[in-house]
């Protein structure tokens, strides 16, 4: 690759790492190609780039961007899982990978901007994903008013069913 091609590569690189919200850092040593490939597709689903690239290119990118704080932890062959929408997406498919290959490591990442070691990514890796939270705050949101229907609605059926008892009684 000459010098051209490189710069090439780490142009590309740094405006990925710009516009990415998470990006998470795997050793992926030992598996085998089709392991990788069913991996990327797994990834790609879910709107998450996995990518392979020499660590000097990578730190090079690297700066000036979110994921800056990647640079020192790139030692060793890396693949780099990088999110531009569910920031909590390559770290739950990664771990979920993990789990079901011993080979796997995540080695860390950044998440909106914010360094996290392995530890760190686990914890991320077991929130519930962003169309989730969504469900859950938009739940919260309705559920009040709900119960306001309920308790506003409470005295008319008491009234009814008043009215019914004396009917019943009447008849």
Do not use: C, W
Request: aromatic share 2%.
């Amino acid at each position: 690759m000459d010098r051209t091609e490189k710069q090439a590569v780490v142009d590309k690189l740094h405006e990925r790492f710009s516009r990415s919200r998470a990006a998470v850092l795997a050793d992926y040593r030992g598996l085998t190609v089709e392991e990788v490939t069913g991996l990327r597709k797994k990834l790609r689903d879910s709107g998450v780039d996995l990518k392979v690239v020499k660590n000097t290119l990578a730190r090079r990118a690297a700066q000036g961007t979110p994921a800056e704080g990647l640079a020192a932890h790139l030692r060793g062959p890396m693949a780099i899982a990088l999110s531009y929408g569910d920031p909590v997406a390559p770290a739950r498919l990664l771990a979920e990978f993990a789990k079901g290959q011993e080979k796997v490591k995540i080695m860390g990442g950044v998440v909106e901007g914010v360094f996290l070691d392995a530890a760190g990514i686990r914890r991320v890796a077991e929130l519930p994903g962003l169309n989730a939270l969504r469900g859950k705050i938009a739940g919260l949101l309705s559920a009040p008013a709900g119960r306001l229907v309920g308790v506003l609605a409470a005295p008319g059926g008491q009234v009814a069913r008043v009215l019914k008892a004396r009917a019943e009684a009447g008849s």
